[in-house]
């Protein structure tokens, strides 16, 4: 155990304070006069919080270095135990008197007392049938204490870009506040101001965590490395060195217990090859029963089909049925219409017919008046002949216009007929 002072020489709070005070009295007493340090390790407030968590890690990384190169420094102190053979159980106890002369001489270490936590339990136990699974617990426990040993490196890990992000919001925040349009020179300088601080603590952030978290791998890969050798060496010393003897009071009731094992191991592989013979039964039903479905629902589906298939058929069949009664009658409604329009057509050609038979007639009437009329024209020629020689020209003028009369009436009644 630690006494109070050992605890605070080895505090890291402390070495990182100390390291802080380091790094900034130079700076602020003028004898750094860098201006890149300046600007980016004391240039705002979360600068000073970043660059200090960063020395806080850092020395809790160093403090963890030297803790290892001691350690590996005693190591080099084995083997502490005598080289005995195949020793007695009993031999524990001499064995912890040289382990506590030994840590008077060298002082204690993570071996001295790993070897100490593995003597008491074979001591206790009176047997050291168990000392591997105990020896492979304690090197468990030794890497998770290492493991643990880290948590406070990465919560410091975490925190530095955080604080960086942090820096960068109040950077920009501030630069805004800062934006007046009404005096544009002043307002871009304060502007250009704030925008510096967010992107360099962020820049630091950055910076300072991806150097601690190298610093931290180099570390913890080191001291993996000397639990894995402290394991090797408490292997050395102590497996294989105890006789895996029982005490003699034993023997009756490990022997007991030993043919109930027996007895329990055989009923359990009867059980298990019976229960392989029924699994057996169950899973060749299984598949009966598997096959006798599969052929029940491809008859099922086959009917199905069918069904659907003689339904889909008839409801064709009566489709085209219908289709084809729609189509009978249009049909017939287009023959009707043809009929009636070749009856008209008929009756129209029966009309003209009768009125060609009308104008024939008609014709004939006029031909047969033309007829008359040259009958009469030749009558005339010789009544004028007659009236020439009988030389009565009245009564030549009276029969020209009884004559002349008498066409106009025929001319007027074959003019009536043809009407």
């Known amino acids: 155990m630690k006494t109070a002072f050992q605890k605070i020489i080895t505090s890291p709070l402390l070495w990182g304070g100390l390291l802080s005070f380091g790094f900034y009295f130079p700076i602020h007493n003028g004898f750094i006069n860098q201006p890149l340090i300046t600007r980016y390790f004391a240039g705002h407030p979360v600068e000073y919080i970043t660059t200090i968590m960063f020395f806080i890690g850092i020395a809790i990384l160093g403090i963890k270095y030297l803790h290892i190169l001691f350690q590996q420094h005693l190591l080099r102190q084995s083997p502490i135990l005598e080289p005995d053979h ?24 993570i ?52 604080l960086g992000f942090l820096g960068t919001v109040i950077g920009i925040t501030t630069a805004l506040d800062n934006l007046d349009l009404n005096t544009i020179n002043e307002s871009s300088r304060k502007l250009s101001e704030g925008l510096a601080v967010a992107f360099d603590t962020t820049g630091l952030a950055i910076a300072l965590d991806v150097a601690l978290f190298f610093i931290q791998f180099i570390v913890y890969r ?42 329990v191991i055989t ?31 491809a008859e099922v589906l086959k009917s199905s089909l069918l069904s659907a298939l003689d339904e889909s058929l008839s409801h064709h069949a009566q489709s085209l049925v219908h289709a084809e009664s729609q189509l009978m009658e249009r049909a017939r409604e287009s023959t009707l219409k043809f009929s009636d329009a070749l009856k008209q057509n008929a009756a129209g050609l029966l009309s003209l017919q009768e009125e060609t038979v009308r104008q024939t007639e008609a014709l004939r009437n006029v031909i047969g008046t033309s007829t008359q009329l040259i009958k009469l024209e030749e009558r005339l020629h010789e009544n004028l002949a007659a009236l020439a020689q009988v030389g009565n020209f009245e009564e030549t ?20 007929k043809r009407a």
Request: with cysteine; net charge neutral; charged share 30%.
């Open 86 to 109: 195949k020793v007695d159980v009993r031999y524990a106890d001499r064995y912890l008197d040289t382990l506590l002369r030994h840590e008077k001489k060298y002082g204690s270490s």
């Open 111 to 162: 071996l001295t007392r790993r070897l100490r936590l593995a003597l008491n339990f074979v001591r206790r136990c009176g047997s050291a049938e168990e000392l591997d699974t105990e020896l492979r617990y304690l090197s468990d426990e030794d890497a998770a204490q290492a493991d643990a040993d880290y948590g406070l490196v990465r919560l410091i890990l975490w925190a530095v870009p955080m």
């Open 222 to 263: 080191k001291e993996n490395n000397l639990i894995w050798e402290i394991g090797k060496r408490t292997d050395d010393e102590l497996r294989g060195r105890f006789e895996l003897g029982i005490r003699s009071e034993d023997n009756t009731q490990i022997t007991a217990v030993r043919k109930m094992l027996e007895t």
């Open 267 to 297: 009923s359990l592989e009867q059980l298990t090859v019976r229960q392989s013979k029924i699994w057996e039964q169950s899973m060749t039903a299984a598949n009966q029963k598997f096959s006798q479905l599969t052929e029940q629902n």
């Open 397 to 416: 003028v009276n029969s020209l216009a009884a004559t002349i009369h008498l066409l106009n009436g025929r001319h007027h009644f074959g003019e009536y």
